[in-house]
C-alpha cells in the first residue's frame, strides 16, 4: 500500500484548505484511512478516520464541526476538507491505512501504512 499526502499550505485563522490522501497498491475494501497530524513538540493525535467501504465516519473533538473527511472511489483518494482554520491546527498531516475496529479506530497504532505528511501553518 502507498500513501500519498498533499494539500498542505500557508493559511490565515479563519480559512480553509483540503488535503488530499491518494492510495494504492490493492483494493482497500476492508481498510480505513485516517489522518492524523503532529505539532513541533508535540505527540501525534488522531484528526479523522473513515471506513473505506461503508463511509463511516469519525472525528477528533476538537475538529468536529470544522473538518469533513471523505473518499472518492474513482479515484482511489480520500480528502480532509479543513474549515474555519485555527493557529493551533499546525502541524504536519498524516494518512494512514489499516484495518482497525472501531473501538481502536483513531489510534495511530492501528495503521499500518502511513503517508510522507503534509504541513499546515495556520498564521493568527
Known amino acids: 500500500v502507498q500513501l500519498q499526502a498533499y494539500g498542505g499550505g500557508l493559511v490565515q485563522a479563519g480559512g480553509s484548505l483540503r488535503l488530499s490522501c491518494a492510495a494504492s497498491?490493492?483494493?482497500?475494501?476492508?481498510?480505513?484511512i485516517a489522518w492524523f497530524r503532529q505539532a513541533p513538540g508535540k505527540e501525534r493525535e488522531s484528526v479523522a478516520a473513515?471506513?473505506?467501504?461503508?463511509?463511516?465516519?469519525y472525528y477528533a473533538d476538537s475538529v468536529k464541526g470544522r473538518f469533513t473527511i471523505s473518499r472518492d472511489y474513482a479515484k482511489n483518494t480520500v480528502y480532509l476538507q479543513m474549515n474555519s482554520l485555527k493557529p493551533e491546527d499546525t502541524a504536519i498531516y498524516y494518512c494512514?491505512?489499516?484495518?482497525?475496529?472501531?473501538?481502536?479506530?483513531?489510534?495511530?497504532?492501528?495503521?499500518?501504512?502511513w503517508g510522507q505528511g503534509t504541513l499546515v501553518t495556520v498564521s493568527s
Open positions: 473513515i471506513r473505506w467501504s461503508g463511509g463511516n465516519t
Open positions: 494512514a491505512a489499516g484495518r482497525p475496529i472501531t473501538m481502536v479506530i483513531m489510534a495511530p497504532k492501528s495503521y499500518d501504512y
Open positions: 497498491g490493492r483494493p482497500f475494501s476492508t481498510y480505513a
